[in-house]
């Protein structure tokens, strides 16, 4: 999963990620890892590494902790799942969208998104991502303190 999300985030074009129904940490994580990220209603992220006894994984500490304030992100980790509506409301997704009308909104969010010339899409991406450099170390410390 480290590596899709490695990935992801290195890539020099736009990613979008859509979420249903219930997600769990490392798929959260992936989720983050998007440059624009849409639930749909009734959709809840899951904490599931809290059921097993396990550590957040997929990124999901960096990314929250890059999004949220520090305690914030932390008060997530230890939650048993948000909500669609609670990650809305901390800026974790960008909209919810209608369960019946759920692609076809998706496509439409692309449509503006794609409007842009490829070039301001890429150097946009390139420049705002200059801080997720740090992912690779993440992963790196990640892997030493689980002795992966």
Request: proline share 2%; charged share 20%; net charge positive.
């Amino acid at each position: 999963m480290n590596t899709l999300v490695k990935h992801l985030t290195g890539l020099h074009i736009i990613v979008v990620a859509s979420a249903q129904g219930t997600i769990v940490t490392p798929y959260i994580g992936t989720v983050l890892a998007a440059d624009f990220r849409y639930a749909c209603e009734g959709s809840r992220f899951s904490m599931a590494h809290n059921k097993y006894g396990l550590h957040p994984s997929g990124g999901l500490p960096f990314f929250l902790s890059g999004l949220l304030n520090h305690s914030k992100a932390l008060e997530i980790q230890v939650k048993d799942y948000i909500t669609a509506e609670e990650a809305l409301e901390l800026g974790l997704i960008n909209k919810i969208l209608q369960k019946e009308k759920f692609v076809d909104q998706i496509i439409l969010e692309i449509k503006k998104i794609t409007r842009l010339k490829y070039c301001t899409i890429q150097h946009t991406k390139r420049l705002t991502n200059f801080n997720r450099k740090s992912l690779f170390d993440y992963f790196d410390y990640e892997a030493e303190i689980l002795n992966l």
